[in-house]
């Protein structure tokens, strides 16, 4: 069975590297792994969507709209933009951040203020997690998209030990620690 999954968020999150995780740990598990990334302006503030897919044989990376069972959304209109890549009886689990683009800040757009049921009433099978409180206590500010794979990690098929090792393995030396702790917390959330 092939497994899809959406991630976005903007640049500066660690989309990409979240992706890699992920990627990784499937990698480790003996699955066939497909990734596709797309970045305008990655560095800072511009939309970033990875799409995996892994199971005993994947053809393509790419994911057909209603197609994914899992999104990991790190910022309420991202998730937004892309929840129609999610099957119907999908799973979302978006971080509760509104980060404001520069383009609603300045006046040329407007960002929408009910986020959350329009998230809701496309995806009911969605899960708003804060991740801050965590990344903060580890001392890794930019460690929440961890805590969040931290809270996808238990609906996917991996194990524990394999997503320890994958997280070691793409984060920079001197801030694995805290992004395992950051991983362990975050598994929790979802598991109370």
């Not at 590297?17 to 740990?25: D, K, V």
């Not at 990875?50 to 899992?70: E, N």
């Not at 509760?96 to 009910?114: C, F, K, R, W």
Request: hydrophobic share 45%; charged share 25%; aromatic share 4%.
């Amino acid at each position: 069975m092939v497994r899809s999954l959406v991630l976005c968020g903007v640049g500066g999150q660690g989309i990409i590297r979240a992706g890699s995780i992920i990627s990784a740990a499937a990698l480790k598990s003996g699955l066939d792994v497909k990734s596709a990334e797309v970045h305008g302006m990655a560095q800072r503030g511009g939309s970033v969507v990875t799409q995996i897919r892994f199971g005993d044989k994947v053809l393509s990376p790419l994911i057909k709209r209603k197609g994914a069972d899992f999104m990991l959304g790190l910022e309420k209109l991202e998730a937004l933009r892309y929840i129609d890549y999610l099957k119907p009886d999908g799973i979302a689990l978006v971080a509760d951040l509104e980060l404001i683009p520069v383009t609603d800040s300045i006046g040329l757009a407007e960002y929408p203020e009910n986020l959350d049921l329009l998230l809701k009433e496309r995806a009911p099978n969605l899960r708003l997690i804060d991740p801050m409180p965590i990344a903060r206590e580890v001392g890794e500010p930019r460690a929440a998209n961890v805590v969040m794979i931290g809270a996808l990690s238990n609906l996917l098929p991996f194990e524990e030990a394999v997503w320890e090792e994958a997280i070691a393995e793409n984060v920079p030396p001197k801030t694995v620690e805290a992004n395992l702790k950051a991983f362990r917390m975050g598994r929790e959330l979802l598991r109370r």
